[in-house]
């Protein structure tokens, strides 16, 4: 990636960091800190790596995305209505009644969400399921990005997914775990201890490494060195921060989805005040 990609995905990550504590802001809450830590997945996702048409959300052509972690909705809605498959004004009305913004992604309601997620532990298998279907119609150029939370990982149905895709050498589906340390309940460690998930999906067949995941660059490089692997499925593990980006959120107790009480719209308001320096840098 030359320094101008570089430069442009970085003013993507800032502004979908300020679309997403926007819509916080105009909701009171949220799921602040999980949606904050897949941003720049999302950037270079949706800003480089899918191919997508913003005219034609169902084009058969298309990439897919799962986000299994169904409540980083913001994150990825931001980034739909950045590229123009729905007006930018809707994202203020995350969870309003009648809204087509929901805080989770929803296939019904959102133009460019590919599947429905919530109910944690879902999503891998339904990705496993698209990347198959792709597989066995001889289709060779498209992909599946599925995100899954590290929290969510303590659902099995994750582990049937993954014994599947590596069975059948899925290496068009491309897993990715936000390993940013918290779940709901606290952290994981504390939770349910995770070990090493590169070690776990090597030895379950896949090939696998860890990035830094608030690097665009190193998400891009890593989703490069994905795409190169012909006989395996595939890995990403990012290593994170739950709350990436915004100190206040980033040190939070309990950042999983925190009310925005006056103190975090002040935070908010100088959060955005700080990331539109990057996004109007020449």
């Not at 995305?65 to 913001?74: F, I, Y």
């Not at 496993?128 to 303590?154: F, M, P, R, S, W």
């Not at 107790?253 to 935070?267: C, I, L, Q, S, T």
């Not at 908010?268 to 700080?274: F, M, P, S």
Request: aromatic letters at 8%.
């Amino acid at each position: 990636m030359d320094a101008k990609e570089l430069r442009k995905l970085k003013k993507f990550s800032a502004q979908l960091r300020i679309d997403q504590l926007e819509m916080f802001k105009q909701r009171g809450m949220g799921h602040i800190g999980g949606c904050l830590s897949v941003t720049e997945l999302i950037s270079v996702l949706y800003g480089k790596q899918m191919k997508v048409d913003p005219k034609n959300p169902n084009w058969e052509g298309r990439d897919y995305l799962v986000m299994s972690k169904g409540h980083a909705a913001p994150a990825v809605e931001a980034a739909l209505a950045e590229l123009g498959f729905f007006d930018k004004k809707l994202l203020l009305t995350m969870d309003d009644i009648g809204t087509r913004v929901p805080s989770h992604v929803d296939r019904l309601l959102t133009p460019g969400i590919d599947v429905t997620c919530g109910s944690l532990g879902q999503g891998a298998s339904v990705a496993a399921g698209i990347a198959y279907g792709l597989k066995h119609a001889g289709i060779t150029d498209q992909y599946v990005y599925v995100c899954i939370g590290d929290g969510e990982l303590n659902e099995g149905q994750n582990w049937e997914a993954f014994q599947f895709m590596a069975h059948n050498k899925l290496n068009n589906c491309i897993v990715f775990i936000d390993n940013n340390k918290r779940q709901h309940d606290g952290y994981c460690d504390e939770v349910l201890k995770p070990f090493s998930y590169e070690e776990k999906m090597k030895a379950f067949g896949f090939w696998c490494k860890t990035v830094d995941g608030a690097s665009e660059e190193a998400i891009d490089d890593g989703i490069n060195e994905a795409k190169a692997v012909k006989d395996q499925a595939v890995c990403i593990v990012l290593d994170t921060i739950k709350g990436q980006g915004v100190k206040y959120y980033e040190e939070m107790p309990d950042n999983h989805a925190p009310k925005v009480f006056e103190e975090g719209r002040a935070v908010i308001d100088a959060a955005i005040l700080e990331l539109r320096k990057i996004t109007e840098e020449e």
